[in-house]
């Protein structure tokens, strides 16, 4: 898995950076609008996108809650804290160079994962109903931060799949 979590860093650094396409020229700022709740104008698919890439960090601590601090092992509360600026972009180095995960629960309560989980379904489908689709598709392909952030959602996706079919109880085949 080490191995595949490399070739999966190289790849969405490529995939992320590599084609995408310019940056706007106020990114900074709507960066700073985004996170500062100053939505007026926006497509709310595009901001639902923006705010559920909070949340994939708040799982996979939930997650990787037994490896946060390990004696003797990379820790993994640095990559952790890194996530919630760089996304997936700082976890998949923890994951390529980490020994032997731990495996079994993460020994975090069910209310835990639910809130996770409703606050994902809440963002996402208040995106989906009040946003415009085709507009995100737009945006994703002309906006160089909004192109990375659609890659780096994928690849959260697939890690969190990977990591969680063995700490929650998830078989391969479900």
């Known amino acids: 898995m080490r191995v595949a979590y490399g070739i999966g860093l190289v790849v969405l650094i490529g995939v992320a950076f590599g084609l995408a396409p310019p940056a706007r020229p106020d990114q900074w700022a709507w960066i700073l609008r ?3 709740g100053q ?3 926006e497509n709310p698919l595009v901001v639902a996108h923006f705010n559920v890439m909070g949340i994939w ?3 996979m601590v939930a997650l990787w809650r037994r490896e946060w601090s390990r004696p003797g092992r990379l820790p993994a509360w640095p990559f952790l804290l890194g996530a919630f600026v760089l996304g997936c972009f700082a976890l998949l180095p923890y994951a390529a160079l980490r020994r032997a995960p731990e495996l079994g629960p993460p ?3 069910a209310l835990v994962w639910g809130l996770l989980g409703a606050g994902f379904v809440a963002i996402a489908a208040w995106g989906l109903v009040a946003g415009d689709l085709a507009g995100w598709v737009t945006t994703a392909r002309t906006d ?3 192109w990375p952030m659609a890659w780096d959602f994928l690849a959260f996706a697939i890690l969190f799949g990977a990591e969680a079919r063995g700490r929650l109880g998830v078989s391969p085949g479900v």
Request: hydrophobic share 55%; glycine share 20%; no cysteine.
């Open 34 to 36: 985004l996170l500062s």
């Open 39 to 41: 939505w007026e104008g």
């Open 57 to 59: 960090p708040l799982a």
């Open 107 to 109: 020994g975090v309560p």
């Open 144 to 146: 160089g931060f909004v």
